[in-house]
Nanobody, 120 residues
Framework: QAQLVESGGGAAQPGESLGLSCVASGIVFHIYDMFWYRQAPGEQRELVAQIRSSDRTTYADSVKDRFTISRDNAKNTVWLQMNNLRPEDTAVYYC??????????????WGQGTQVTVFS
């Protein structure tokens, strides 16, 4: 059974750094595109960063040049390094794995989320 487990959330002051990790099990990790989303109270869930199976990365404009997504296929792990944190980065952060088979069947899995709080 597929499972994604996030860790590393916590509290920080503006300008500080935090790192999140997401360990996957039950999937063939290296074929999956991996994503970090976040959801602030009263807001919709938004895409923060993604790293494809090809290692190509993309970022939301709001985190570009501050956050870095990376993966290690040997460890079934994806990370999100968050630098220069701002109060508006406060949210629950979710890890997502997604794969579309050649037959166009989609496999999507979510983690349980980890809280990041940046004090203003």
């Amino acid at each position: 059974q597929a499972q994604l487990v996030e860790s590393g959330g916590g509290a920080a002051q503006p300008g500080e750094s935090l790192g999140l990790s997401c360990v996957a099990s039950g999937i063939v990790f290296h074929i999956y595109d991996m994503f970090w989303y976040r959801q602030a109270p009263g807001e919709q869930r938004e895409l923060v960063a993604q790293i494809r199976s090809s290692d190509r990365t993309t970022y939301a404009d709001s985190v570009k040049d501050r956050f870095t997504i990376s993966r290690d296929n040997a460890k079934n792990t994806v990370w999100l390094q968050m630098n220069n944190l701002r109060p508006e980065d406060t949210a629950v952060y979710y890890c997502k794995a997604a794969y579309a088979s050649p037959a166009s069947k989609e496999y999507v899995y979510w983690g349980q989320g980890t809280q990041v709080t940046v004090f203003s």
